[in-house]
């Protein structure tokens, strides 16, 4: 049973920083796609960032290049987002997603999501 938890998430001023991490257990295939989406109030859910354990390069969202990583570290099992310079429009819940049998990470449909953790940027 794949599982999928966040934490990390909190409110930060503009211009600062904060690291999302996503402890992921239960995994059957070693190459998935492992993603970041985010959620504001009244707004459709849209992938962030995203890579495939495969291989390749990661995706990002045009809005969040150049501010924020998407990483692994395969040994904990942990996927991290670190978000840097963040602006109040960066405000919204984020979840953790993952998905087998594609490499288009990209792609928003994912199978698995954890239960999301609040950013919250002031200006």
């Known amino acids: 049973q794949v599982q999928l938890v966040e934490s990390g998430g909190g409110s930060v001023q503009a211009g600062g920083s904060l690291r999302l991490s996503c402890a992921a257990s239960?995994?059957?295939?070693?190459?998935?796609?492992l993603g970041w989406f985010r959620q504001a109030p009244g707004k459709e859910r849209k992938v962030v960032a995203a890579i495939y354990t495969g291989g390749g390069s990661p995706y990002y969202t045009d809005s969040v290049k150049g501010r924020f990583t998407i990483s692994l570290d395969s040994t904990k099992n942990t996927l991290y987002l670190q978000m840097d310079s963040l602006k109040p429009e960066d405000t919204a819940m984020y979840f953790c997603a993952a998905k087998y049998g594609s490499y288009l990470c990209a792609n928003p449909a994912y199978n698995y999501w954890g239960q999301g953790t609040q950013v919250t940027v002031s200006s």
């Open positions: 239960g995994f059957t295939y070693t190459s998935k796609c």
